[in-house]
């Protein structure tokens, strides 16, 4: 019997065991005072309207299996979307708008959707550019529908309130399509399954210990969605999702502090912002339990910076993982700050943790080339670096209608299970723990060596004046010329001195004492969605022409 999973029957649950529990907290202006305004729905509240615009949906043919362009800014009618759309069975395909416009329409149109849901900028950016829509036949508008035509939320939710009869989805089958920001390689559309959904926030239930009193500020605003699955509160942060590393610390601190929030997703550019303002003010946020930080490596600095508003016990996680798989590996504060962090300054890494739960880890050999099958023949010994690759319940298995990504990123074993693989580069140490070492593509092969990229830049960035630093690799694959950019912590006076500092630095560890090129860069150009991600592809062809190769 094929098993019934469907990831709007958690929400039933936490509806039952505490209907009048916050479910979202949305800012809605200021008063005369500058004080916010919030505006907000109960768990019960969330579950009765999803089933209301559930109803509303199924009448205009967004049935089961459905594909559905969702363009909604986050708050209630985010929420209320996508839990109707589970109910119902139909397939959000979720773009972030953060990678660019071009960029998402592609996305948009490769998901080939058959309906839109969107705000009123979303339907202008639709009849500006319609030959990304040609296959869309329906559209919803959340807000004043204007001159395009078809049927509004508010429409839609005029439905009878009564009990929906959620579609028998199976553990196999499409829930969602997430398009990953491109920011480490092509675009592409990730399938999620309602047993990766159910899988996942088990995962992120047991090992970060949620209780049924959480208060969560997610300023990811995707990783919302999970909240009133958990029983957490969604405190809906006041700033552009599309831009953390420029967010005002002062709104997302008033945000803690307005509601006594206990746990908080930030990226590491966001972690620096509002840790720099708090440690420099004196901040304190003793309601904090937990603070999550991924989407980037997480610098030892940055977590001790924003530890100084927290109290002793509270840790700081970096969880490891992808759009196709997260998390998957995952490692606290006080273990990076007392034991791996003056390792990982010495250029052993980023220890990112230990695998979360069941998850299974495996390190195979370095290899561009698709893996047609998962032998033991290709997994690396102990502290050698390979690739990182997991297999796990959480982990998606296919892209959408992308046959060349799978080969590349799947293997299947001989037990039928289907391995990702992350693209990262790491090794495993004597205790169990992966240290990470950048991305595989990033590595740079001199004919003498292969440089790593965390390894190396920890070097350069132990200097007191910079504030990170990037490894690029310039001519052939196989005979690259190692370069070094370094992104100071403010302006320098006297470059020279400055870089010949950095040669001095360089040449007293062996892992950087062959390089031979620096050059300083006043802001590395990042990804859009987290704004840490380097784009070392781009330093390096500015290397290229600085080395006039």
Known sequence: MTKFTNISLSLEKT????????????????????RVLYSQITLSQLDSLSDSLAFGLESI?????????????????????????????????????GMGIDRMLQCLEQGRPKAFIGIEKAHLLRTLKPKYFKAVKIWVTVGKRWFWGGHTLKELMSHTREAFPKAHTTWDETATIVFTTGSTGPAKGVVYTHGNFDAQIRQIQSHFKIEPDEIDLPTFPLFAMFDPILGMTAVIPDMDPTKPAQVNPVKIIEAIE??????????????????KYGKENNIRLPSLRRVVSAGAPVSPANIEQFSTMLSRDTQIHTPYGATEAVPIISIGSHEIISETKLLSEQGFGMCIGRPIN???????KISDDPITHLRDSIVVPENQVGEI???ADLVTKQYFNNREADL?????????????????????????????????????TTGKETLFTIPVEAIFNNHEKVFRSALAGVGPKANQIPVIFIEPKT???????????????AKSNPLTADIAHIFIEKAFPVDIRHNSKIFREKLAIKAKNKLKL
């Open 408 to 444: 590349m990123a799947k293997i299947p074993d001989s037990d039928g299970n289907i391995w990702h693989r992350m693209g990262d580069l790491g090794w495993q140490d004597s205790k169990g723990r992966i240290w990470f070492c950048g991305r595989k593509n990033h590595r740079v």
């Open 258 to 275: 307005n509601h006594g929030v206990t746990n908080m997703f930030a990226s590491p550019a966001l972690l620096n912002r509002v840790g």
């Open 15 to 34: 509806a039952e065991l505490y209907p009048y529990k916050r479910a979202v907290v949305y800012p809605d202006g200021r008063d005369k005072n500058n």
């Open 61 to 97: 043919g967004i049935i089961r299996g459905t594909r559905t362009i969702i363009m909604i800014t986050p708050g209630m009618e985010f929420f209320i979307t996508m839990f109707a759309m589970f109910k119902v069975g139909a397939i959000p395909v979720v773009v972030d708008p």
């Open 389 to 391: 690759t997991v297999q």
């Open 358 to 364: 069941t998850t299974t880890i495996r390190l195979i």
């Open 491 to 505: 302006k320098i006076a006297n470059e020279k001195a400055f870089i010949q500092e950095l040669f001095t630095l």
